[in-house]
């Protein structure tokens, strides 16, 4: 038996905006609240693939974090 045989092979790599959504989807957390800049870019192009999480754009992550805040008191 070879090495290579014996050896688990390696997990899919995944990168952090798809980990981001893999994570809230395990959750069963189906809104994301977030305010659209150039950090956030790949977690916006990443939300394209998952369509049970909505994403909420704010102007301000004030506005995000309130907004989240009421969405989930309500």
Same mark, same amino acid.
């Given at each position: 038996m070879q090495l290579q045989d014996?050896?688990?092979p390696a997990a899919p790599k995944i990168d952090g905006a798809h980990a981001i959504f893999d994570i809230l989807r395990?959750?069963?957390i189906d809104l994301l609240? %977030?305010?659209?800049?150039? %950090?956030e870019a790949a977690v916006l192009?990443?939300?394209?693939?998952y369509p049970g999480v909505r994403v909420i754009l704010t102007t301000?992550?004030?506005i995000a974090v309130s907004?989240?805040?009421a969405y989930a008191r309500v």
């Open positions: 014996r050896v688990a395990d959750w069963k609240f %977030t305010c659209p800049g150039s %950090t192009d990443a939300s394209l693939d301000h992550e004030a907004a989240a805040d």
